[in-house]
């Protein structure tokens, strides 16, 4: 968990909406998509990026995904719960002016 944000890690017992959740090469190929057509811009490109390199290893297995909210801070974790790792983690920051 080192590689987590400090808010991230000391609010880890905060975790919300837990579920176990599995994906199979549809989700791949739609991510696939959305990186190539960039629909979203290339912060949303790069983010499709990262999340495909984590999740593409773990294509047809159950993970674990949690939700984290830190202030106007909302995090998103993908867990293995064979090896209780974190696989990729997502953060997004609301904009309440928007």
Do not use: N
């Amino acid at each position: 968990m080192a590689s987590l944000p400090v808010p991230l890690r000391e609010h880890a017992a905060d975790v919300t909406a837990l579920e176990a959740h599995s994906f199979d090469e549809s989700y791949i190929e739609f991510l696939d998509t959305q990186i190539r057509l960039s629909p979203r811009g290339p912060e949303w490109t790069a983010r499709f990026i990262r999340r495909r390199a984590a999740l593409l290893p773990f294509c047809g297995v159950t993970l674990l995904r949690g939700r984290v909210q830190v202030g106007d801070a909302d995090f998103t974790v993908e867990i293995d719960p064979k090896t209780r790792a974190v696989i990729h983690w997502e953060q997004y920051v609301y904009d309440h002016a928007a």
